[in-house]
């Protein structure tokens, strides 16, 4: 069990962090970070997308019915996973979606399993970095289990960020908005003809 599992104040994590000194819960806590040589613009674009996430989360198998085509904060959507050879139905809930830096999950699956899986990304001087956090809690772990998780989960995150990697690095670059100018122009000066009490003059050659 990780001694950094964050505190999470979502109504689905009602445990205590595994460093706190009061009642502890037994919490399974992974995070990896990767600088990735793909844009932020570009990793969020697959990120974001749920119909991608069979195509890159190893932990993913399907979801339940058709995906939206992004993530927005707020919105429900039923999957099926796959953790150390087990299946398991998590109904997600869209705790956050900022583009193109943060999406937060907030997952309850069978036998009153919890689960929250958080990923940052920041421009980084060639690419992007990203930082994955997945967090599983539930009354029927225990230690054993917790290692065996965050074991598995080390490396299927590893598998996953070099496959997102990959799709990103596929995606089209947007091209460049042209900047507009305002330019102002006076209208053209006409010459009138002088008048003189009503008839017009002419110049003499």
């Known amino acids: 069990m990780s001694a950094h599992a964050p505190i999470c104040d979502h109504p689905l994590f009602n445990y205590q962090p595994a460093w706190a000194k009061s009642r502890a819960a037994t919490v399974a806590h992974v995070t990896r970070h990767a600088t990735l040589s793909a844009t932020p613009a570009a990793l969020w674009s697959v990120l974001a997308d749920p119909r ?12 339940t019915a058709e995906p939206r085509a992004q993530f927005v904060p707020g919105a429900r959507m039923t999957a099926e996973t796959l953790m150390l050879g087990v299946s398991n139905t998590v109904e997600w809930t869209v705790e956050s979606a900022i583009a193109p830096g943060t999406l937060v999950l907030i997952g309850a699956g069978e036998s009153g399993m919890r689960t929250r ?29 917790v290692g065996a998780i965050e074991q ?46 009503g008839t017009h003059l002419k110049m003499a050659r």
């Open 52 to 63: 991608t996430w069979s195509d890159w989360l190893t932990v993913h198998h399907r979801w």
């Open 152 to 197: 598995d989960g080390a490396e299927q995150l590893d598998l996953s960020i070099a496959l997102l990697e990959d799709l990103a690095i596929a995606v089209p670059e947007q091209p460049a908005r042209p900047s507009l100018r305002l330019v102002h122009s006076a209208p053209a000066a006409t010459e009138e003809p002088r008048r003189t009490g």
């Open 117 to 145: 899986l958080t990923f940052w990304i920041s421009p980084a001087e060639e690419g992007a970095r990203l930082t994955v956090t997945s967090e599983v809690a539930g009354e029927l772990l225990n230690d054993g289990i």
